[in-house]
């Protein structure tokens, strides 16, 4: 059973930059075949994928929205996935969560429905 913990939500202003963690409960071992996904979820709106990177060899994939503004990396030694946001903006508002799936086609890892384990989420908001 894999655990995670998301964390490092908060208020800031448009432009500004946020780190989100999350910390993985799984053994070095699990973690050579474990993809970390991002998603959020806006009110009103549904989840949707932000990025994820292969723990194994840290291939990255990104969404659109935020490609050149967000960059994933891991900590091996603390089992923790980071998400740098910079370049906030109002639309980055939602809540953010960390996912884990088995290593997938990446058109499979797009989907919230391809990841079993789920952090608790952490509230971003970006005032304009």
């Known amino acids: 059973q894999v655990q995670l913990v998301d964390s490092g939500g908060g208020l800031v202003q448009a432009g500004g930059s946020l780190r989100l963690s999350c910390a993985a409960s799984?053994?070095?071992?699990?973690?050579?075949?474990?993809?970390m996904g991002w998603f959020r979820q806006a009110p009103g709106k549904e989840r949707e994928f932000v990025a994820a990177?292969?723990?194994?060899?840290?291939?990255?994939k990104y969404a659109d929205p935020v490609k050149g503004r967000f960059t994933l990396s891991r900590d091996n030694a603390k089992n923790t996935v980071y998400l740098q946001m910079n370049s906030l903006k109002p639309d980055d508002t939602a809540v953010y969560y960390c996912?884990?799936?088995?290593?997938?086609?990446?058109?499979?890892?797009?989907?919230?429905?391809?990841?079993?384990?789920w952090g608790q989420g952490t509230q971003v908001t970006v005032s304009s």
């Open positions: 799984f053994s070095r071992r699990e973690s050579t075949s474990v993809v």
């Open positions: 990177i292969n723990w194994f060899n840290g291939v990255t």
């Open positions: 996912a884990a799936s088995r290593p997938k086609p990446w058109e499979r890892l797009l989907r919230d429905d391809e990841y079993n384990y």
